[in-house]
């Protein structure tokens, strides 16, 4: 980074009743964007190109850019896509981007903060299990994903099998992971009455900074 | 360069140099190269594109300065602009992300600028992109070169949802093409166009064409005569140039020539109404900003747009609920002249029929009055002079109701102080229900109260950014969120650029993310 990256916009300290209270908001925005994103998305069907990974992540962006220019409570949350420039016809579930390097999708509010979505297909054969936590999971344990931040959100696209056994799965490979292991594994969400598959688990990075990953499992079988 | 199957557009020496670079730099090593912008970050072409993809993938670059908004007095004698690159092969183990941003920056000019005759950086023209936006976006620096990551969301987002110009042009059969071209080597026949009536690119303004003179085509052979069905009416001729700052058309509906300074889309009578809507959407503040961000040319380099950009704009389906309104207003254009009121009506006709939010319509209006504006008039700008108190009252009324929208029972008051060295601070507080305001409860190590603690606190801020700014050339312009127990001081300098509704909304998510301790902080003063 050069001098320009030494240079930061915000200093001082906040009033901990202040700062308390406005966290509570902050982060209610973010899971409850996603989450509506998805029941959506539910609603309508989970339409898509195919199952391919990207096909869906874009169908997600859609939904979260629709509840966004629908719902003010969101203007100041701005979803950005990764990696690909969806066109008409993607959204449409009409192209697929299978052509394209699969996408993440990133929240930000502001210029300063910022979530990361990671998106994973599902489902027990094909290692995928495996892969949410190896290739998904630990970037954000290990800080590849958001060194600088303190959530972090996943998305697992069910494609087949139950989510039970599913999250069974991903419990099992969690626990033998080298950086995670015991007590690192998926918790499920208080049933909420709009998303039923909900999940979190909280890590401590080796840089001892804690994060807490949200985890949805959308059922598109 | 073949065993690595490297691309290098143009056939240029300079690609195949910064190809190689990267992969020689070693572990820890830094490098640094100028280089001429619009090759390396504003071209379109797909090699182009596939180069840059391929730089962004095996050169670690940490940083991009685009010095395209200075190309007359950097190096006044060069025709390009250009771009610093500095690249830095940090080693493996160092705990950086694994994909982390870049920063981009962008020195302007100013009154500032001119008084200092060196570098001006204000922060909120250094943006930090993520690498992986950098790679897949072809647009994406030269929408940072005016504009920031939002403008690249909003343009975005209109290509994902409405096809491109050429799309609904191919779908209707229209044909669309630069004029025809006289020189080139090539013999032609071009008699089908003799006596033809001719209409030079200069005489084309917004909505009309200003030579009524009876120039007539006369060259038997040309270079590229064209499809004798591009001159046939009614085609709409867009010149490639900008005039006033944007660009401009004018429906003929009478058979015309015109040559490759001009582009025309010519389609079938029954399509007239539609090629009236496109151009209402080719006048409008949304083409004007859509193309100003967009083309690698106009704002870097020399103005004009090119084909390929002038049909890249998203455009609503034809003939859908909201476009009438535009049909009418262009009628209304082409019968009484342009007037500001009905330039306000087709913007607004327009904005309606992309669906726009408010703050995607205040997004482009400020980037229509003021940034383009500053791009024209440069330190003469509106942009840079100071705010008035009407901008500074919309900036409030933005700044709070951003924050109310998400915590509507909180109580906002904003507050602005005028200091002294070019700077204007807004400081906003925020009460949550339940507390009454001016500080009574306790912020911990000190109340907050803004007579005692502003000071002190922008003083350590600046401090520490002086400790962090060692270049002597170039100057910071800070632009700082300086909190204050339950208070949130925005410092900006004094240039209405930086005080817009725009500006606004974008320092209400900051100013949130940062009292919630959301996002990078500096405890400074803590």
């Known amino acids: 980074m050069s001098v320009f990256g030494t240079v930061n916009r915000v200093y001082g300290y906040v009033d901990p009743v202040l700062e308390q209270y406005l966290a509570g908001g902050i982060d209610r925005l973010v899971p409850d964007l996603i989450e509506r994103a998805l029941v959506k998305w539910r609603d309508g069907g989970f339409v898509r190109f195919d199952d391919y990974e990207a096909n869906c992540t874009i169908q997600v962006f859609r939904w979260m850019v629709a509840e966004r220019e629908t719902n003010p409570d969101f203007h100041c949350v701005h979803p950005r896509l990764e990696w690909v420039q969806p066109t008409p016809e993607m959204f449409a579930a009409k192209e697929s981007a299978s052509h394209m390097r699969r996408p993440d999708i990133r929240l930000t509010i502001g210029d300063s903060a910022a979530w990361t979505v990671e998106c994973k297909r599902l489902k027990l054969s094909d290692n995928l299990p495996r892969l949410y936590v190896d290739e998904g999971l630990e970037r954000f344990v290990s800080g590849s994903y958001g060194a600088s931040e303190a959530t972090g959100a996943m998305i697992g696209y069910i494609i087949d099998d139950s989510p039970r056994q599913i999250v069974k799965a991903i419990n099992r490979r969690v626990v033998e992971h080298a950086v995670m292991g015991a007590g690192h594994e998926l918790k499920r969400r208080a049933r909420t009455k709009r998303l039923l598959n909900r999940y979190v688990s909280q890590h401590r990075r080796s840089s001892h900074r804690k994060i807490e990953i949200e985890h949805y499992h959308a059922d598109v079988r | ?526």
């Open chain 2, 1 to 526: 360069m073949k065993e690595n199957d490297l691309v290098v557009p143009d056939r240029q020496i300079a690609w195949a140099f910064l190809s190689s670079c990267g992969r020689l730099l070693g572990e820890g090593g830094i490098l640094g190269l100028l280089l001429p912008s619009k090759s390396v970050l504003h071209n379109r072409s797909q090699k182009a594109r596939a180069a840059r993809q391929q730089l962004m993938g095996t050169t670690p670059i940490s940083t991009v300065i685009d010095l395209s908004v200075l190309r007359s007095s950097t190096f006044a004698t060069a025709k390009a602009p250009a771009v610093v690159l500095i690249a830095h092969n940090r080693p493996a183990a160092s705990g950086h992300d694994t994909d982390p941003d870049l920063l981009h920056v962008v020195p302007r000019n100013s009154p500032l600028q001119r008084l200092l005759d060196g570098f001006v950086v204000a922060q909120d023209d250094i943006h930090r992109v993520p690498a992986g936006r950098a790679a897949a976006s072809s647009e994406m620096w030269q929408i940072l070169l005016w504009g920031d990551l939002q403008d690249h969301s909003l343009i975005s987002s209109l290509k994902s949802k409405f096809p491109p110009l050429s799309q609904i042009a191919k779908s209707r059969g229209w044909l669309y093409s630069r004029g025809f071209q006289v020189k080139g080597g090539c013999e032609n026949d071009a008699e089908h166009l003799l006596g033809m009536r001719l209409v030079p690119a200069e005489a084309i303004e917004a909505f009309r064409v200003i030579d009524d003179a009876t120039e007539r085509f006369d060259h038997a052979v040309l270079h590229r005569p064209r499809s004798e069905k591009l001159f046939e009416a009614p085609v709409l001729l867009i010149r490639r140039g900008i005039r006033q700052g944007r660009p401009v058309a004018w429906l003929s509906t009478q058979d015309v020539t015109f040559n490759d300074s001009v582009i025309g889309l010519s389609g079938p009578q029954e399509d007239i109404d539609h090629l009236r809507i496109v151009s209402g959407i080719v006048h409008s503040s949304l083409a004007q900003y859509f193309h100003f961000l967009t083309s690698s040319s106009w704002g870097a380099e020399r103005n004009y747009i090119e084909l390929g950009e002038h049909f890249s704009l998203p455009v609503p389906a034809l003939g859908s609920d909201s476009q009438p309104s535009v049909l009418e207003v262009v009628k209304a254009i082409e019968s009484f002249g342009l007037t500001s009121e009905l330039q306000d009506q087709l913007d607004s006709c327009v904005f309606e029929a992309y669906g726009l939010l408010p703050e995607d319509v205040d997004r482009v209006t400020d980037m229509v009055n003021v940034t383009i504006d500053h791009f024209r008039r440069g330190e003469n700008s509106v942009g840079v002079a100071e705010p008035s108190r009407k901008v500074l009252d919309e900036y409030r009324e933005c700044l709070i109701r951003g924050i109310e929208t998400v915590f509507p029972s909180t109580e906002i008051e904003v507050v602005f102080a005028l200091t002294p060295d070019f700077y204007i601070v807004a400081s906003c507080q925020v009460t949550p229900p339940g507390h009454s305001q001016a500080g009574s409860y306790s912020s911990g190590t000190r109340t907050a109260d803004s007579s005692s603690g502003i000071g002190g606190v922008l003083l350590q801020a600046v401090e520490h950014q002086d400790q962090a700014w060692s270049a002597t050339s170039t100057v910071l312009q800070p632009s700082l969120l300086v909190l204050e127990g339950d208070r949130a001081h925005v410092v900006k300098p004094r240039e209405t650029r930086f005080w817009t509704k725009t500006r606004a909304r974008s320092d209400a998510g900051d100013v949130m993310a940062a009292l919630a301790g959301r996002g990078r902080v500096s405890h400074a003063s803590s």
